[in-house]
């Protein structure tokens, strides 16, 4: 422990010996050697201390009584409190002896602020002696805890004299606490410079403007008086602002000249009470804790307050409220109240303080009784103490050379303020000080300074530093034995008061030993593989006995070699050191041949040869050697060129990589080609991590070869690097030639319609496309089944144009089905490069016809017909066997049956949309025959069967499914007999001579409706896009009428329509095929009929008609179009769509 004030125990010290001499030469005077000797100690020698009394009967202390009733004396800081201290020798002994005596006032940290001594007269055994002092304590120190009074001062006295070995009675304490601040609250002082409480109201929230509602009343539990805010016998005034108790003084002295000292004036009081009045400020940045007392009783209405309130500059203010305690509310029945703020809510500040008063303007009680206030406080001194707990050794050190010894010592500030001290050291050997080689080193939080004097950076308030106080027994140091000091002192040159000190001895032994050193940082070297680099060292025979070593290395892994060598390069193990001798050598390293990358540690170790038992000292030392990242990388490609065509058929290069480094490394990959067309691709842009020393692995290089890759030569280069140093790298360079390249290309079509075999011819359109590299023709082929016929439209000798690559044009082939034949039929487009004749590609394309038995179209049973009938109604079943809705338009192909009959198909039926389920997946299909009287009187046999096909065509799905009818026609006789008489056949004869000429009529009207009828097919070539949008746009609008149906209004014979063919231009009619004459049919069927004597005359010739003028389409009707028609379809058919509606 850190002792009290020594220079003032120094002074003692000398004192005490002085006396003691004398009374030593006194008693070889006075008495026998072996009486004096006999009488040292014991009973009669012994001195000690029979009281310490505090205070007198004019000056006393105050007395504070804890919870327990314990009484706890006390005193106000700045009282001057009579100290007596009596002593007493004990015994009966009749020759007087004197004695030294000491009073000390010790604070609670530790330090003496006051002392006093003085000799006790000469005391025969039972006498007394005492003596009177006076103290004033320098600073307050009490503090309230849990309502027990703690702290205080120390008030220490001690008897010393030398002969005493009875110790135990030489010393009293006795302890004191000092408050801070008290007012037994007997009314406001009236003298000057004296502390009191003046009331002062605050009404207007500003300076003091009135007395306020505060006054004195009689009793108390101190004094005799006390405070309180309302008049006896009557409530408390309703709302008052702010009425305090301002603790002050009057100062003696106006404040402008300095007559408030520190402290603050009130302006409001010269105003109020005709003189200036001081604010007493309490500047809180000075105390560790402030505990406020008070005595209280009586009550108040919710809403108002009597609080404890500290306030300053600004308006801020901490109030405790008292009735937060709920002091008694009977007359006289005083509460005890402390209330300590948090250092937090002080905050450093410097704040005025005192009593506030305030209420509401609601209801009012008798109020609260104020009487014996008190601080309590702890006070900061700028004195400090320090504690240091070391571990040193009671019987001290023992050493050997070159072993260095650690005092560890943890040291607190017991001040109340941040302190600076300085750590000292030194030993008795003074070699060992030499300051070019100090044998002493602190460590501390100073990490400036290690020498043997460290000041220490500033130790805040009851905080703890660590340090180490070091000692190194030189190498080769004699057998001996030295004393080392350590102090501690404070850190300003105006006062270097020592706080503590230790003294150890320090042993030092024979011991062998060694020392290993170097002057080289721990990472000695850099060196990549298989190179070699030095390191000096040290080998010093730190023992103080003479030796012989040798130097022995050591690594992790193989490889590697050393070779040990003196200043000249010459070997010189092993090697004998005297005591403390030294010697610098090098040590060369080589690195192994396949070193990794990173720290490889050497171990050098010194073995003594020469020792007996054990060597002290540093025999290892270990150096770390860097090896650096060795990178290298070796790109091989198996070929370097490539030659091909640009056919889609891609090349591919093999490219194999390898780590030539000293550590496991990861690459990137990277293709620059020289034309961007080339379309190359590696099979990966990173390599998996290689291992070390020629770790591989292999890529691709995949080259597409595109379609139309223009004939030269490219090249492409793959760069390989390291990812962590992109600056290692390697690369391989291939070249590639591109050679002229044929690829003819044909498109694949779908049609997306179904066809009905034996129907008239369609056309279909293919793309040829140029997929080579050069300007191509191609000669194209068709390849067809069975069944169809094909062929190439408008296109000489079957070949193209030349074409560029990547262009293509567009051929037309027309194309027709037998009608026997069904289901997907496939034809193929050949093209053929005529650069390069064994280059050909090919397109299909793959029609539904006929039934995909996605419809089923059931008919009715055959029938036959013996009498006219202007309508027969056929009923069809149409059902729906597809998964999903299907939109079906629904025609007919008549046949020869268009000779006998008129078919027709129900308006409503033309078109029709089956559901998936019943009953909407079947429909009934209502188709109308109508067969007249002349058709069955005029048949050639008895009976004829003739047939027509009813078609339903699917929107949905490619597919077309038919029904034949087959109707039997029974010939019918003419009405009247078979017999003709006279008048009967000039009849008949009249009647075949009309149906010549009507014959005839039918014939003309029948070319005038082949050439009408033939005109769409010579625009059908460009009307087929326009179907195909119609019939991908409106696939479930009603189809125009079909005219084939409805032309056998006479004899099964096609009625004229529209103009005459006059107006055709004979372009047209020349292309008309030639059909087989009709007329001559009609005039075999109409001979038998003809009398031989109306043959030999002339026949009777109609006039010719005149040509008309082109009649133009019908008039719309005024409900519009027919649903889904177009004016187009309007212009042709629209006067046969009349006719059918019967319009």
């Known amino acids: 422990m850190l002792g009290n004030d020594m220079r003032s125990r120094t002074a003692v010290s000398f004192l005490l010996l002085a006396i003691l001499i004398g009374q030593a030469a006194g008693v070889l005077f006075t008495a026998p050697l072996a009486d004096a000797a006999s009488a040292r100690g014991g009973t009669n020698d012994n001195f000690y201390i029979v009281s310490v009394e505090l205070g007198n009967a004019s000056v006393h202390t105050d007395t504070w009584y804890n919870p327990d009733g314990t009484p706890v004396p006390f005193i106000f800081a700045g009282t001057t409190l009579p100290l007596t201290i009596t002593v007493q020798r004990a015994g009966t002994s ?80 006795s302890r004191i606490p000092v ?95 005709s003189y200036y009045y001081c604010k007493r400020q309490l500047y809180t940045v000075e105390y560790v804790s402030l ?29 405790k409220n008292l009735t937060d305690y709920s002091p008694n509310q009977g007359n006289d029945q005083w509460s005890n109240i402390t209330w300590r703020p948090s250092s937090v809510e002080l905050g450093g ?46 019987a001290g050190y023992t050493a050997v050379p070159a072993e260095t010894i650690s005092l560890h010592c943890m040291v607190t500030n017991n001040g109340y303020k941040s302190q600076t001290f300085e750590v000292n050291t030194n030993v008795s050997n003074e070699s060992w000080m030499d300051p070019m080689n100090p044998m002493l080193r602190i460590d501390s939080a100073n990490q400036n300074q290690h020498g043997n004097a460290v000041l220490l950076p500033a130790i805040p308030a009851g905080e703890t530093t660590e340090m180490w106080i070091n000692l190194s027994i030189p190498p080769g140091a004699d057998v001996q034995s030295v004393t080392w000091n350590v102090w501690f002192e404070e850190g300003t040159p105006q006062n270097a008061d020592v706080k503590g000190s230790i003294s150890s001895s320090v042993v030092v032994s024979e011991q062998y030993g060694v020392m290993l050193s170097s002057f080289s940082p721990l990472l000695a070297l850099d060196l990549l593989p298989s190179e070699s680099g030095e390191i000096i060292m040290r080998l010093q025979n730190s023992g103080n006995l003479d030796a012989e070593y040798n130097l022995l290395p050591s690594f992790p892994s193989a490889g590697w070699a050393t070779a040990f060598k003196n200043e000249t390069g010459a070997s010189f193990l092993p090697i004998v050191l005297s005591k403390g001798e030294s010697f610098d050598f090098v040590v060369n390293i080589t690195a192994a041949a396949d070193a990794a990358p990173g720290l490889t540690s050497v171990s050098i ?16 030392l270990i150096r770390n050697i860097n090896v650096p990242e060795l990178r290298l990388v070796n790109v091989v490609a198996d070929t370097l060129s490539v030659t091909a065509s640009a056919n889609g058929v891609a090349q591919s290069i093999n490219i194999d990589i390898f780590n030539l480094g000293n550590d496991d490394e990861q690459f990137s990959v990277e293709l620059v080609q020289s034309d961007w067309i080339l379309r190359g691709v590696l099979s990966t842009s990173e390599t998996t991590v290689l291992d070390a020393w020629e770790g591989s692995t292999s890529i691709t290089l995949n080259l597409p070869m595109p379609l139309m890759l223009p004939p030269r030569l490219y090249s492409a280069r793959v760069n390989v690097a390291s990812i962590d140093d992109p600056s290692v790298y390697d690369s391989a360079i291939i070249s590639v030639e591109v050679l002229p390249t044929s690829a003819p290309w044909v498109s694949d079509e779908d049609p997306e319609e179904s066809y009905i075999p034996g129907d008239r011819e369609k056309s279909i359109q293919f793309e040829i496309r140029n997929d080579g590299n050069e300007d191509d023709s191609f000669e194209l082929s068709l390849v067809t089944p069975d069944g169809m016929s094909a062929f190439i439209d408008s296109l000489n000798d079957n070949t193209t144009i030349a074409i560029a690559p990547g262009a293509s044009t567009n051929v037309t082939v027309k194309f027709a089905f037998d009608s026997d034949i069904s289901g997907q039929i496939s034809m193929d487009v050949v093209s053929t490069s005529v650069n390069d004749p064994t280059q050909s590609g090919s397109g299909t394309a793959i029609f539904s016809v006929g039934s995909q038995n996605w419809l089923r179209l059931i008919e009715p049973s055959p029938v036959t017909i ?35 009959m008129t078919v027709r198909i129900n308006q409503q039926d033309r078109t029709v949309v089956l559901e998936t389920s019943a009953p909407g997946d079947e429909r009934i299909i209502h188709v109308t025959v109508e067969v007249s009287e002349g058709t069955l009187i005029n048949l050639d046999s008895e009976e004829v069967t003739v047939s027509f096909i009813l078609w339903a065509k699917s929107n949905t799905v490619e597919d077309a499914q038919s029904s034949t009818m087959e109707i039997t026609l029974q010939r019918m006789s003419p009405t009247g007999g078979s017999e003709v008489d006279d008048e009967g056949g000039s009849s008949s004869v009249v009647i075949n001579i009309l149906t010549i000429g009507f014959g005839s009529l039918v014939i003309i009207a029948l070319l005038v409706t082949l050439i009408r009828v033939l005109k769409p097919e010579f625009e059908e070539e460009d009307m087929d896009g326009y179907e195909s949008a119609s019939a991908s746009m409106y696939g479930e609008v009603q189809a125009a009428p079909d005219m084939t149906s409805d032309f056998s209004s006479i004899g ?52 010719e008609p005149t040509p008309s003028a082109p009649a133009g389409p019908p008039p719309v009707p005024a409900e519009g179009l027919p649903p889904g028609w177009s004016m187009d379809q309007w212009e042709h058919y629209g006067e046969q769509w009349l006719s059918q509606q019967e319009l």
């Open 94 to 173: 009749a020759t007087p002896q004197s004695a030294l005596v000491m009073v000390e006032a010790v604070h609670p940290i530790g330090y003496v602020d006051w002392s006093v001594n003085w000799t006790a007269t000469d005391l025969y055994g039972g006498q007394q002696d005492s003596n009177q002092y006076l103290w004033t304590p320098s600073a307050a120190h009490s503090e309230l805890i849990n309502d027990s009074l703690e702290g205080g001062w120390i008030i220490r006295a001690s008897i010393n004299y030398f002969a005493d070995t009875k110790n135990d009675d030489d010393v009293i304490e």
């Open 291 to 319: 505990d406020f007392h008070l005595s209280t009783w009586g009550t108040m209405s919710i809403g108002d307050e009597v609080a404890i309130e500290l306030w300053r500059t600004g308006g801020s203010s901490l109030v």
């Open 349 to 394: 500040q410097t704040w005025s303080y005192g009593l506030l008063f305030s209420s509401d303007s609601a209801f009012a009680d008798e109020g609260l009784h104020i009487d014996d206030w008190i601080i309590f406080a702890v006070e900061k001194v700028d004195e400090y103490t320090l504690t240091t707990n070391c571990n040193n050794p009671e």
């Open 1052 to 1103: 099964g014979s096609p009625m004229p329509l529209g103009p005459d063919t006059s107006m055709l231009g004979a372009s047209l009619v020349k292309d008309v095929p030639s059909f087989p004459s009709t007329e001559t049919q009609v005039a075999t069927d109409i001979t038998p009929n003809i009398d031989g004597s109306v043959i030999s005359e002339p026949p009777v010739v109609a006039p």
């Open 605 to 620: 170790r010194a073995s003594c040869t020469s020792c007996v038992g054990t060597v002290h000292g540093n025999d290892v």
């Open 179 to 273: 408050a801070f601040d008290s007012d037994v609250m007997d009314g406001t002082e009236l003298s000057a410079d004296r502390l009191t409480f003046l009331p002062l109201g605050y009404q207007g929230g500003g300076d003091a403007e009135a007395v306020g509602a505060w006054q004195e009343d009689n009793g108390g539990v101190v004094g005799s008086k006390h405070w309180r805010h309302s008049d006896p016998g009557s409530q408390y005034a309703s709302g008052r602002n702010a009425d305090r108790l301002v603790r002050g003084y009057w100062p003696a002295t106006a404040p402008q000249s300095g007559g408030c000292n520190q402290d603050v004036q009130e302006p409001g009081a010269p105003l109020v009470y």
């Open 866 to 900: 013996s009498e006219p009938t202007e309508e027969l109604e056929l009923l069809f079943v149409l059902r729906n066997q597809y998964t999903g809705v299907q939109s079906v338009d629904i025609s007919y192909t008549a046949g020869e049956s268009s000779n006998y």
